[in-house]
């Protein structure tokens, strides 16, 4: 059905206009119509994808460090180098099908987009190669826990079950002979005893919830970790605008991609020296 | 004023295992004041001589870890190492030492590895510390025993007939220098690195929770000027693989340079600390552990009438080093009871263990004898001469940087552990579970038994937890 549309500027009296259109002589321009259906789309394919990686988070080692093979899956701390490479692609990626979507044409990605990405996966994979080069204290804790007979968390698990096993043997009607009761409790107390060493020497790298594992090291809250994740959401946010003013991939300026640059060379470079948690 | 109304601070290093020789014995080469080695001094091993000797400058961590394997620690070790064959009546020919080394099962690689010794350019800090201050070539091991006996006579004078660490009765009932110190209103402390033999005494259990405090505690003590009126410093006797810590006890084959990075820490703290004036610091070792040395041990006052098979702890036991700090010690003092060497039996007796308690005693006005050993013990107050603290010795003393590497600390920690890691494990193991209440009876003592971790690792883990948790720590 044919809609009446009316454009115009604002008018300052005494002044001519000027067309912005054509030559003055076929002044015609483009106005497309989103669909609602496809805005909609575009928003549950946001949401769905976001949803995805929130749950996925949560609930595996996405985005965790594996510092200690001895902590159970839940316990690892989240990495703040794979926070960021998922923040990124999280963003470009939905940005782009969403934009796809709506436009319902393949976008361009900018060369911004692509330089954020590679500074991100750059940023990940030398936090990585980091961790794997110095010797930490969770390596010294790994070690350590090895060297006790804890190389895993089935190891941890293993010695729970062998306690449980052993404390209803004690509960047996009738009950064991006395010097089988007293080999019973040495084993039982020997393996607590391990339990309590493996709690004591794991305690500080337990996650303590995701905002303080990407903000601090062992010794507290750090400036390197905090300057990266405040300049990531920052940045984050100027992209998320760029995408929803211009309907289109950002056209960073490079003073802000320099910026991330920096940013993340400052996490990893600091990376090295600290006591990770 | 001397160094009686003067001294209101004793410290104690006791590290482990090494002999005089084997630490000091160049520190005065051709002195005839000194009783160091000529350097012709040797055993015989297959009928040939095995002369004293020393690695080359500097020091690796190998060299560092002369001798590996451990020698023999044990009585009759002990016995054959001085007589070469079973103790007689006579002097002994201090001859056996690389015959006892050799029959170990299965054999050494390195016969002569017994009878190393350090120079002093590789022990730069007790070396440095010895010619500042004093040194004592007429300090014994007790008794010709193991660790623990030894250990017993520095804190009560006897070691009640036991000649190794196993079969120790937990606690230790012979009444000790700490509670008497209590007794007369008498600060003290026990420092301890991972678990203090010390914590086996059973007349300071009741009040152990107030006195026992790690390392750093006596470095913050030092600093603050509040160090009490006797400090015994326990160095680390296991590897923690958790803060990448080895043994600096010197026991060997533990690296010796950890040993004089804690001798450092120890004398830093001191010669920094508002009490440096006012204190005597005392550098020993427990007992020689295997390594050579060539001076006989004389005949000593048994201190009570315990006997093991018919040894009536009438014999002293091997020199140890022993370095004797303090501003009233005239520098490069050569600390002797008698100048012109010891009879091969007594009086004079010469300096050992026990001369910390008689010294105690004399300074903080402890009361009587707790044997007849320390009563008859040289004290280290007369040779503390100068009438005034003049002798402030170099300010600080650097020991050669030595960290120990990965591969190093998984070998100790995944090692056997040694008698006395071993002894203090099942010490651990049969500590109470909490701290004992002032007024609770104390238990009587029942012999060790608790089976021992098959490494140090494991052995290191479970005691240092059951140590915190009696001293609530």
């Known amino acids: ?277 | 004023m001397g160094a009686l109304e003067g001294i209101e601070h004793v410290v104690v290093l006791m590290l482990e295992n090494r002999s005089f020789d084997c630490m000091l014995g160049k520190l005065y080469p051709k002195d005839p004041s000194f009783e160091g080695l000529s350097g012709g001094e040797r055993n015989l091993w297959l009928s040939q001589p095995v002369p004293v000797w020393a690695s080359s400058i500097p020091l690796d961590v190998q060299a560092a870890s002369i001798p590996d394997p451990d020698p023999g620690e044990l009585f009759p070790d002990m016995n054959a190492q001085l007589f070469n064959g079973p103790r007689t009546a006579g002097a002994p020919p201090m001859s056996g030492f690389v015959q006892n080394y050799m029959d170990q099962k299965p054999p050494p690689a390195e016969c002569q590895a017994v009878m190393h010794y350090f120079t002093p350019d590789q022990v730069p800090v007790i070396s440095t510390l010895a010619r500042s201050f004093g040194v004592c070539d007429q300090w014994h091991a007790s008794a010709p025993c193991q660790t623990w006996p030894n250990r017993f006579f520095v804190h009560t004078g006897t070691s009640l007939g036991y000649v190794n660490n196993s079969n120790f009765p937990i606690p230790f009932p012979a009444p000790s220098i700490f509670k008497r110190l209590s007794d007369c209103g008498k600060g003290w402390r026990v420092y301890f690195h991972d678990v203090p033999q010390s914590l086996l005494l059973r007349d300071i259990w009741l009040e152990a929770l107030f006195h026992f405090r790690f390392f750093s505690t006596f470095l913050s003590d030092a600093q603050n000027g509040t160090l009490p009126n006797y400090s015994f410093i326990e160095p680390r006797y296991f590897t923690d693989l958790f803060l990448n810590n080895i043994p600096n006890d010197e026991h060997p084959p533990h690296n010796v340079l950890y040993g004089e990075q804690l001798i450092a820490d120890v004398y830093n703290a001191v010669r920094s600390s508002p009490c440096w004036k006012k204190t005597l610091l005392v550098i020993t070792y427990d007992e020689h552990g295997g390594c050579f040395d060539h001076m006989a041990p004389p005949r000593a006052i048994p201190p009570d009438d315990h006997k093991h098979n018919g040894f009536a702890f009438d014999s002293y036991g091997v020199r140890v080093p022993a370095v004797i700090v303090s501003p009233y010690m005239p520098p490069g003092s050569k600390v002797r009871e008698v100048p012109a060497g010891l009879p091969p039996q007594g009086p004079p007796y010469p300096f050992d263990h026990t001369s910390i308690i008689k010294t105690l005693r004399i300074l903080f006005d402890l009361g009587p004898p707790l044997t007849r050993r320390d009563d008859v013990a040289p004290d280290l107050l007369e040779p503390l001469s100068l009438e005034e603290p003049m002798n402030d010795g170099p300010a600080s003393v650097t020991p050669r940087a030595s960290v120990p590497s990965v591969p190093e600390l998984e070998r100790r920690a995944n090692a056997r552990p040694n008698h006395m890691q071993g002894a203090l494990s099942q010490m651990a193991a049969q500590l109470p579970s909490a701290p004992l209440a002032p007024d609770a009876a104390l238990p009587e003592p029942v012999p060790l038994t608790a089976p021992v971790p098959e490494t140090v690792a494991k052995a290191h883990a479970r005691s240092i937890i059951q140590v915190r948790s009696f001293l609530g720590l």
Do not use: C
């Open chain 1, 1 to 277: 059905m044919p809609v009446t549309v009316s454009l115009g500027t604002k008018a300052i009296q005494g002044t001519v206009v000027p067309s912005v259109f054509g030559d003055g002589t076929n002044d015609k321009f483009g106005l497309v119509v989103i669909p609602t259906t496809r805005v909609f789309i575009a928003g549950v394919f946001v949401i769905v994808v976001i949803t995805t990686f929130w749950v996925g988070a949560r609930h595996s080692n996405w985005f965790r460090d594996n510092l200690l093979p001895q902590l159970a899956p839940a316990q690892q701390t989240y990495s703040l180098g794979r926070w960021q490479m998922a923040f990124w692609f999280t963003l470009i990626f939905t940005s782009f099908v969403a934009l796809g979507v709506v436009l319902w044409a393949v976008p361009t990605i900018s060369a911004q987009a692509l330089a954020l990405m590679g500074i991100s996966a750059a940023t990940g994979g030398g936090a990585i190669w980091v961790d794997d080069k110095k010797d930490s204290p969770a390596d010294k804790a790994n070690r350590g826990l090895q060297a006790l007979g804890l190389s895993t968390y089935a190891d941890v698990t293993r010695v729970t079950r062998e306690i449980a096993e052993r404390q209803a043997q004690l509960q047996t009607n009738p009950p064991p002979n006395p010097s089988v009761v007293q080999q019973l409790g040495l084993g039982i107390q020997d393996r607590q005893l391990l339990l309590r060493a493996y709690e004591d020497n794991i305690k500080p790298f337990v996650s303590d919830g995701w905002l303080k594992d990407l903000t601090t090291d062992l010794n507290g809250g750090t400036l390197h970790r905090w300057q990266a994740f405040i300049w990531t959401w920052v940045l984050g946010a100027v992209f998320l605008i760029g995408v929803y003013i211009n309907l289109a991939m950002p056209q960073f300026d490079m003073s802000l991609l320099a910026l991330m640059g920096i940013s993340s060379a400052g996490y990893v470079g600091f990376k090295y020296p600290e006591q990770q948690q």
